[in-house]
Structures are given as C-alpha cells and as structure tokens.
C-alpha cells in the first residue's frame, strides 16, 4: 500500500479528477439502461481491483457537469425504498467525446508508461 501522506493524497485526488469523466462516460456507454449515481459507484468499486476507490460523492458533481456540457442527460424518477433517483444517460454528444477522450488517454498512457520504463532520451 502506497503511504498516503499529503503529497500522495493530492497526486491521488488530481488523478482522480482528471480521469472521473472519462470513466463516467465509458461507464454509461457500456450500459444498456439508464444509471444513478449510487449505481455507478458501486459497480466501480466493483471494478476498482488494487486502484484507490474514487468517493461515492466526488461522482456527483462530475455528472452534474458532463450533463451540463450535453454530455449526459438526466431524469428524476421515484424510487420505492427511498428519495427519487436521478438516472443518467449518455448522449450523441458523450459518445463522441468519449470517443476523442479515450485516444486522448491512450496517447497519454503511452507517453507516461514510456518515460516510467526508462526509454526516453535524456
């Protein structure tokens, strides 16, 4: 386990930040219904292996603002064992961007897998 001093903490929630949207997106586009916020979280705890989890209320406003962006739309609806549920879904504009986004990734994941291994030239 990584010490989680505050240098780390900080690396941890600006990796956390920068990656949130781009897993939101992937998330959604891979489900065949609608999906609310306490559903996401836990089916990415689910999948988060050894990786830090990200926090359940860090999510929220992540999907406030890809739905603010036409990124996502959203509907409220009532749910039986508690407070209405919003439900999310991704939209033309997500899919697009998640497409942009996912190369973006890829490009970078390559660049920082490169310099980690030693092969750069300096």
């Given at each position: 386990?990584?010490?989680?001093?505050?240098?780390?903490?900080?690396?941890?929630?600006?990796?956390?930040?920068?990656?949130?949207?781009?897993?939101?997106?992937?998330?959604?586009?891979?489900?065949?219904?609608?999906?609310?916020?306490?559903?996401i979280a836990k089916l990415l705890d689910e999948n988060r292996k050894d990786?830090?989890?990200?926090?359940?209320?860090?999510?929220?406003?992540?999907?406030?603002?890809?739905?603010?962006?036409?990124?996502?739309?959203?509907?409220?609806?009532?749910?039986?064992?508690?407070?209405?549920?919003?439900?999310?879904?991704?939209?033309?504009?997500?899919?697009?961007?998640?497409?942009?986004?996912?190369?973006?990734?890829?490009?970078?994941?390559?660049?920082?897998?490169?310099?980690?291994?030693?092969?750069?030239?300096?």
């Amino acid at each position: 386990m990584v010490d989680q001093n505050t240098p780390t903490k900080k690396f941890q929630k600006e990796m956390n930040s920068g990656t949130a949207s781009l897993v939101l997106l992937s998330v959604l586009s891979q489900s065949e219904k609608p999906m609310y916020g306490y559903q996401i979280a836990k089916l990415l705890d689910e999948n988060r292996k050894d990786a830090p989890a990200m926090k359940q209320g860090a999510l929220y406003p992540v999907l406030r603002s890809l739905e603010k962006n036409g990124l996502l739309s959203s509907k409220v609806e009532p749910s039986v064992s508690g407070p209405p549920r919003r439900y999310y879904t991704i939209a033309a504009e997500g899919r697009e961007a998640l497409m942009l986004w996912t190369e973006i990734w890829s490009q970078m994941k390559n660049f920082v897998d490169h310099i980690l291994e030693g092969e750069s030239h300096v």
